[in-house]
């Protein structure tokens, strides 16, 4: 079992910067595919970016790529997610997951077995 737990989100301008951490329990933390999902009120969870076990391979949505970069460090059983250039539209409960993932399908939610509890971002002026 793999317990994950977010933290790093708030309210901020448009054009500005946030930082998640998602720290993960367990020993086996190094093996799973890492992601972050975000979902607005009513609209569906959607994927916003993933890295491999291996920290080989990243992938983004097209909605923040070259805004977001995720990186892990197994050292800390830890996952982040910098967001700079935020947008109105990037206002979600955003939340981080694990799974044993093969990145051709990193962008499904339903492969992944374990999430964090979710944390606010609102992008606001």
């Known amino acids: 079992q793999v317990q994950l737990v977010e933290s790093g989100g708030g309210l901020v301008q448009p054009g500005g910067s946030l930082r998640f951490s998602c720290e993960a329990s367990?020993?086996?933390?190094?093996?799973?595919?890492m992601a972050w999902f975000r979902q607005a009120p009513g609209k569906e969870r959607e994927f916003v970016a993933l890295i491999t076990s291996n920290n080989d391979n990243t992938s983004y949505a097209d909605s923040v790529k070259g805004r977001f970069t995720i990186s892990r460090d197994n050292a800390k059983n830890t996952v982040y997610l910098q967001m700079n250039s935020l947008k109105l539209e990037d206002t979600a409960v955003y939340y981080c997951?694990?799974?044993?993932?093969?990145?051709?399908?990193?962008?499904?939610?339903?492969?992944?077995?374990?999430w964090g509890q979710g944390t606010q971002v609102t992008v606001s002026s």
């Open positions: 997951a694990a799974g044993n993932v093969p990145l051709p399908v990193g962008a499904d939610p339903y492969r992944y077995n374990y």
């Open positions: 367990g020993r086996t933390f190094g093996r799973y595919t």
